[in-house]
């Protein structure tokens, strides 16, 4: 079956270490997401890639960094500048824009907590 | 900026009666999409409902039916017949058009069904 595999689901880091999170769609989407999820704030765009090779900032991604050398992965990395990252994390990916209603398929997200 | 606001942080419903979430947008645009997402305690993000702005028809799910007022920027979720797998936090989000397939989210609704 088609869909976003976000791996691991929960991952423990101690402060000033970057850390990886992985997301791998076997949907053949062009798009792909990042978003941030914190109690009581809904979700955050961190980055969005629209195709290989290409991405773009969100609302809230400094401390974040993202690449897209393939398609199907999308992988984000919280840096040691992310002053807060303890949160839950969402890949999502979508048909290219088009048709512009295409909603967005999310994985099962990665809880991160830094200590 | 677009903003999303859902004004009820947590509501609650009797089995098998209807509820109705509440959600307003801020935008100055003309043509543009809303959605209803829900979240149960797995924390897949699973789309309920999507109305399109320039329909005036209101976009009806089985159970799930919205009431679209374009004019008050209002975006209500009616659920009826409740389940108890209803329960789950309610996201409504906003897309832009020509803005790749992200989504602005809104705080969210937790919702409880008492049985």
């Known amino acids: 079956d088609g869909g976003i595999t976000q791996s691991p689901k929960y991952l423990f880091r101690k402060e000033g270490q970057n850390v990886t999170l992985s997301c791998e769609q076997n949907l053949n989407h062009d798009a792909m997401y990042w978003y941030r999820q914190d109690p009581g704030q809904g979700l955050r765009l961190i980055y969005y890639s629209q195709i290989v090779n290409d991405f773009q900032k969100g609302d809230i991604a400094e401390g974040y960094s993202v690449s897209r050398e393939k398609k199907e992965s999308f992988p984000l990395t919280v840096t040691s500048a992310q002053k807060n990252p303890t949160a839950f994390y969402l890949c999502?990916?979508?048909?290219?824009?088009?048709?512009?209603?295409?909603?967005?398929?999310f994985g099962n997200g990665t809880r991160l907590t830094v200590t | 900026a677009q903003t999303v606001t859902q004004s009820q942080p947590e509501m609650s419903v009797q089995e098998a009666e209807t509820v109705t979430l509440s959600c307003t947008y801020d935008t100055s645009e003309s043509d543009y999409y809303l959605f209803w997402y829900k979240q149960p305690p797995s924390r897949q993000m699973i789309l309920v409902i999507r109305?399109?702005?320039?329909?005036?028809q209101n976009a009806t799910e089985n159970r799930f039916s919205v009431n679209f007022q374009k004019a008050a920027k209002s975006f209500s979720l009616k659920i009826s017949d409740s389940q108890l797998g209803d329960a789950a936090m309610y996201f409504c989000a906003y897309r832009f058009p020509n803005a790749g397939n992200m989504l602005t989210f809104g705080g969210g609704t937790r919702l409880m069904v008492k049985p």
């Open positions: 999502a990916s979508s048909m290219r824009a088009s048709p512009p209603r295409s909603p967005l398929h």
């Open positions: 109305q399109e702005a320039y329909k005036q």
